[in-house]
């Protein structure tokens, strides 16, 4: 069986983030959120959100790179507890040992502060940090303690989607890097997932076209799976139900949470549609 998660990143960072979820989780196909501990609109996503949604699965979006620390660390954030790190300074210093310890006490407190009131599905991050080699087996080490199955990887097959506006931009180039990146350390960290028994998708699709995914998009990519007979794609989006410019990524990606049709093509594909649970 094709299985193809929707799962928004950004659940807890803003109200308008949370929204989205509420509005793609009852009129849509969205059935899994990654919740952010340390994000602006935490409690209302908490205490607004998740009680009209019994059934979504959520997930625990680690975070390093955005907003203020949950534990106090010099190497992690600054004097008013800010993150002042980004995907490479993270890279270089995952093999040093203090700071290893500093970031499992804020993975730790991240995820025990979801977990006090929900039980996470699964584990993603922000600005992809937990494929680092070693923050990924740290966090396959505390996904086996905190019995949370599911552990995300970036692997994307490459494809084309014919629209000139979508290819001849800035952002393409600088997100075809991103994917060869993330493929080649795909490959080491799938062999964690096995070592450590743990679940994870086959593909994703959200890298190729950040920051401009459509039902364009996502349709095109899910084609270019199609002639296989078993695997798991996950579609990872940032959706926001309100903000002034109608035409930002955000808007888009909402409104195609509730695409009947665009859902109707995901099922005539061969795809079932499942939440992190399902897997």
Not at 28 to 56: H, M, R, W, Y
Not at 95 to 108: A, T
Not at 188 to 211: A, F
Request: glycine residues 4%; proline residues 3%.
């Amino acid at each position: 069986m094709k299985k193809f998660i929707l799962n928004s990143d950004s659940f807890g960072v803003s109200k308008d983030f949370n929204r989205a979820v509420l509005n793609g989780y009852n009129n849509g196909f969205l059935k899994s959120a990654s919740l952010t501990a340390n994000g602006d609109a935490f409690e209302a996503a908490v205490n607004e959100i998740l009680p009209e949604c019994q059934k979504i699965s959520v997930g625990v979006h680690l975070n390093l790179t955005r907003g203020k620390a949950l534990t106090p660390s010099v190497l992690l954030s600054d004097e008013c507890k800010n993150f002042k790190l980004n995907f490479f300074s993270i890279w270089y210093n995952s093999s040093k040992k203090e700071f290893l310890y500093d970031v499992e006490k804020e993975f730790r407190a991240q995820i025990e502060k979801v977990a006090a009131v929900v039980k996470p599905t699964h584990l993603d991050s922000l600005s992809y940090i937990h494929c680092i080699p070693e923050i990924f087996k740290l966090t396959c080490k505390l996904a086996k303690e905190y019995n949370i199955p599911f552990v995300r990887t970036y692997f994307e097959e490459f494809y084309i989607v014919p629209d000139l506006k979508s290819n001849l931009n800035i952002r393409y180039p600088f997100n075809i890097g991103k994917i060869i990146l993330l493929n080649c350390l795909t490959l080491y960290n799938r062999k964690l997932i096995q070592e450590y028994g743990l679940k994870t998708n086959d593909y994703v699709i959200g890298v190729t076209y950040s920051g401009m995914m459509s039902n364009k998009t996502l349709e095109a990519g899910l084609k270019t799976l199609s002639d296989e007979d078993e695997f798991t794609v996950e579609a990872f989006i940032n959706p926001a139900s309100y903000l002034r410019n109608i035409n930002d990524a955000h808007s888009k990606e909402f409104k195609f949470t509730q695409d009947k049709l665009l859902e109707d093509t995901v099922y005539r594909m061969g795809y079932e549609i499942v939440s992190h649970k399902g897997c």
